[in-house]
């Protein structure tokens, strides 16, 4: 997959201060990462996210933090890969996953959303499901814990003991899928 082809790499999360170290917000803080890698900055776009234009393991890339809510994060990602003229296939998602023990990175490729709106907003921005996704494993949430609270809270003093490690872990899946692609960057990770 390493080539000129340009991608566009989302991170998902909420802006704003309060929301900084929430699970929801993994993608932002994976995308810091992917950013220091890159040696860029993130700055204001007119698409409506933060964006940063660079080279992850060899392969030109934009980095995008939407500046909205994540429940309506489709229109900014959807105006970035207008702009950059990048095609859905060549879209790379970093989100929360509740299906997943913590810490846990799986790619994919299109499929559902799993009750995750700003995938959701995305999906229907773009038009079509069949973009690439990293995600990053955030756990079930304890007793009876509505999710919606759960993904809104800060991760756990253990969790954030962990959470360096996760996001390398998780920056390193993100330019493994640059360089050998989908299949082979799941049969190396999974």
Wanted: hydrophobic share 40%; aromatic share 6%.
């Amino acid at each position: 997959m390493a080539s000129d082809e340009l991608h566009l790499i989302v991170g998902l999360g909420n802006p704003g201060p309060q929301y900084v170290g929430n699970r929801h917000n993994i993608g932002f803080l994976v995308l810091d990462e992917l950013a220091d890698r890159a040696g860029g900055r993130f700055k204001a776009h007119k698409s409506g996210a933060e964006i940063v234009e660079g080279r992850l393991a060899g392969t030109r890339v934009v980095l995008a933090k939407p500046r909205s809510f994540m429940n309506v994060s489709g229109g900014p990602v959807a105006g970035a890969a207008r702009f950059y003229k990048v095609e859905p296939a060549s879209v790379i998602v970093i989100h929360d996953e509740l299906d997943l023990d913590f810490g846990t990175i799986r790619l994919k490729q299109g499929g559902g959303e799993g009750g995750h709106n700003g995938l959701r907003s995305i999906s229907k921005s773009l038009s079509t499901r069949d973009y690439l996704r990293v995600r990053f494993g955030i756990g079930r949430p304890p007793g009876r814990m509505d999710p919606a609270d759960y993904v809104l809270r800060d991760f756990s003093t253990v969790e954030r003991k962990e959470l360096a490690f996760g996001i390398g872990d998780c920056a390193d899946a993100v330019e493994l899928l640059l360089v050998k692609g989908l299949i082979d960057a799941q049969n190396q990770l999974h």
